[in-house]
């Protein structure tokens, strides 16, 4: 199998390109730049009244970065509907380098001690790069997804690529543009960032909701609760 090189993989998401596979065994990727491109605006999320009660009541433990690899794994399982999936292993270990390297992040949910959700994405700049979602439980994904946006939110985000449009990123608020619109959110939300010289804007920051809230430990939801998640998505900018 031809390696990924993790470097490569941050140029070309630089440029609006990313890798996908045939199948998990496919030996090489290819590289994919959408005519229409699906992004979830960071004040656009539809927080239902349902899916609200569920964060607030903490119906998953949520957490960020701690069980990256295993996130990667069950977002490439085989399911009922979609038997093939994009994430061959070369994509699985780049992603796993830039995990280590700072870049690539997961969203875990678990019941329990059992993982039964997440996404994983890759962070440059301002942007966040959604590669894949998973759900083995209701509503996991949402929860996840919401977390997400409420960190990006907190952080300085400006920018959640989510690659292609589906119904169901559709129905939470997911928006699709032309390619030359997205190059557009791109260059501002990379502008001053990647290459950039001294004095120019600081990158999103994950963490920064944790470090707010006076979290010791950051790779833990730690104090914030689902409570302060649905704050941070519901209050305006």
Known sequence: MNRLDPQLVLGAYSIGVFPMADD????????????????????????????????????????????????????????????????????????????AMGFAHSIECWDGDRLVGGLYGLALGRAFFGESMVSRATDASKVALAWLVARMRAGGFTLLDCQFQTSHLASLGAV??????????????????????????????????????????ATVSGPLSGKDIVQLLVQTS
């Open 24 to 99: 998990r065994d496919a030996a090489s990727v290819y590289w994919v730049e959408p005519k229409r491109r699906a992004v979830l605006p960071l004040d656009g999320l539809r927080l239902s009244k349902s899916l609200r009660k569920t964060i607030a009541a903490d119906r998953f433990r949520v957490t960020i970065d701690t069980a990256f690899a295993d996130i990667v794994m069950l977002c490439a399982e085989s399911v009922e509907g979609r038997p093939e999936t994009w994430i061959n292993r070369g994509i699985e270990q780049a992603f796993g380098t830039l995990h």
């Open 176 to 217: 699709e543009i032309d390619r030359a619109d997205y190059c557009v959110l791109l260059d501002a939300a990379l502008s001053g960032v990647v290459g950039a010289s001294a004095g120019s804007s600081a990158p999103g920051d994950l963490f920064a909701a944790d470090r707010a809230a006076g979290s010791v430990n």
